[in-house]
């Protein structure tokens, strides 16, 4: 199945541009340090802060140390750490044109939602009646339930970035990667919900330029591939959905259902 593009592409806005920096370490899972070099006119942080970062997992493997980064401010006086790193992206921070690849895996539900709303996978969900969330399904909680007979489930891969990396961006030592137990649990769940369901669908979410999604070949790989066999064969889908991040919003650019894993 050919990739459905949009002759304008749906848009979601942030509440305010994402203001960009450089990515200087990343402590933690949690935390990356980012210099925003002098302050601007609107008077925003200055130098060296410490930000939120949504993605506790790796990032492609990659180092992503001095990369160019976007992020935004939640403004919340509660919040140990206002901002959250968005996006990053492997061009060379003097690039003028960049292309932004995104890591929140927090946020997808949120955008999904959004174009789910405005009809944009209309191919997955025919007219959209009614979208409900975080819906208990066995014993995990499915992140849809649309027109009462879809449960559709997001994920947002970022453990392995399926795309060309620059050589001057270092990688990462190699680690053996298993935690595949809750996306198969989910998997398994959407399955056996085609009892009392039409239809069940996994929408995996990228945040880049990539050749189709394939799931990472890790220590659990001929699992994972027997799971989804099955899984498919009772009727479960399998979508992919192409966003662009930039500055100002994320786009919904093309979904298609995967014929290939």
Same mark, same amino acid.
């Given at each position: 199945?050919?990739?459905?593009?949009?002759?304008?592409?749906?848009?979601?806005?942030?509440?305010?541009?994402?203001?960009?920096?450089?990515?200087?370490?990343?402590?933690?899972?949690?935390?990356?340090?980012?210099?925003?070099?002098?302050?601007?006119?609107?008077?925003?942080?200055?130098?060296?802060?410490?930000?939120?970062?949504?993605?506790?997992?790796?990032?492609?493997?990659?180092?992503?140390?001095? /990369?160019?980064?976007?992020?935004?401010? !939640?403004?919340?006086?509660?919040?140990?750490?206002? *901002?959250?790193?968005? =996006?990053? %992206? $492997?061009?060379?921070?003097?690039?003028?044109?960049?292309?932004?690849?995104?890591?929140?895996?927090?946020?997808?539900?949120?955008?999904?939602?959004?174009?789910?709303?405005?009809?944009?996978?209309?191919?997955?969900?025919?007219?959209?009646?009614?979208?409900?969330?975080?819906?208990?399904?066995?014993?995990?909680?499915?992140?849809?339930?649309?027109?009462?007979?879809?449960?559709?489930?997001?994920?947002?891969?970022?453990?392995?970035?399926?795309?060309?990396?620059?050589?001057?961006?270092? /990688?990462?030592?190699?680690?053996?990667? !298993?935690?595949?137990?809750?996306?198969?649990?989910? *998997?398994?769940?959407? =399955?056996? %919900? $085609?009892?009392?369901?039409?239809?069940?669908?996994?929408?995996?979410?990228?945040?880049?330029?990539?050749?189709?999604?394939?799931?990472?070949?890790?220590?659990?790989?001929?699992?994972?591939?027997?799971?989804?066999?099955?899984?498919?064969?009772?009727?479960?889908?399998?979508?992919?959905?192409?966003?662009?991040?930039?500055?100002?919003?994320?786009?919904?650019?093309?979904?298609?259902?995967?014929?290939?894993?």
């Amino acid at each position: 199945m050919e990739p459905r593009d949009k002759k304008q592409h749906l848009f979601l806005p942030f509440p305010e541009p994402l203001r960009e920096g450089v990515i200087l370490a990343r402590p933690n899972r949690f935390i990356m340090d980012v210099d925003f070099g002098t302050a601007d006119e609107q008077g925003e942080p200055a130098g060296i802060v410490r930000c939120h970062c949504p993605a506790v997992s790796r990032i492609g493997g990659l180092d992503l140390a001095g /990369r160019p980064c976007l992020v935004s401010d !939640s403004h919340s006086p509660k919040r140990k750490m206002p *901002l959250t790193v968005e =996006a990053y %992206s $492997l061009q060379q921070p003097d690039d003028p044109d960049k292309h932004w690849i995104g890591i929140n895996q927090n946020a997808s539900n949120r955008y999904v939602e959004h174009f789910l709303r405005e009809g944009a996978f209309a191919a997955i969900t025919g007219p959209v009646r009614t979208v409900r969330r975080e819906v208990p399904l066995g014993d995990s909680r499915l992140d849809f339930l649309v027109n009462d007979d879809l449960h559709l489930e997001v994920k947002t891969p970022l453990v392995q970035m399926q795309t060309d990396i620059p050589p001057y961006v270092p /990688r990462l030592p190699e680690a053996p990667f !298993s935690s595949t137990e809750r996306s198969l649990r989910h *998997l398994r769940e959407l =399955a056996a %919900s $085609l009892a009392d369901h039409e239809r069940a669908a996994v929408l995996y979410c990228l945040y880049y330029d990539n050749f189709g999604f394939r799931f990472y070949h890790g220590t659990t790989y001929e699992e994972v591939l027997a799971t989804v066999d099955a899984c498919r064969a009772a009727g479960v889908e399998l979508w992919q959905a192409d966003f662009e991040v930039t500055p100002a919003g994320v786009a919904l650019k093309r979904y298609y259902e995967l014929e290939e894993w």
